[in-house]
Nanobody
């Protein structure tokens, strides 16, 4: 059973940077065989796609493209989300997700989830 543990969230000022980490365990295959994604959920809103990385490359939501970078360390089974130029509207709980055998941009495309890490950006 895949287990995902996020870390790195916190309270920062607008314009600052944070790096989130997602440590994966219980993988049946190498992490680069999975689609690993980041989603976020702001208070009162639905969970939304942020970024993913898989064998084919990476993709981002338009709202974070150019500011966020997703990467992966295969040896550590860890996925990162580098967040630069943070804005108050980036405030949310950020979730790591894993998908085997499919790629997508919705919650339903991912079968394994972490517990989330809080990111708060003050203006």
């Amino acid at each position: 059973q895949v287990q995902l543990v996020e870390s790195g969230g916190g309270l920062v000022q607008a314009g600052s940077s944070l790096r989130l980490s997602c440590a994966a365990s219980g993988l049946t295959f190498a992490i680069n065989k999975y689609t690993m994604g980041w989603f976020r959920q702001a208070p009162g809103k639905e969970r939304e796609f942020v970024a993913f990385i898989n064998w084919g490359g990476v993709d981002y939501a338009d709202s974070v493209r150019g500011r966020f970078t997703i990467s992966r360390d295969n040896a550590k089974n860890t996925v990162y989300l580098q967040m630069n130029s943070l804005k108050p509207e980036d405030t949310a709980v950020y979730y790591c997700a894993a998908s085997w055998g499919r790629t997508g941009y919705t919650v339903r495309d991912f079968g394994s989830w972490g517990q989330g890490t809080h990111v708060t950006v003050s203006s």
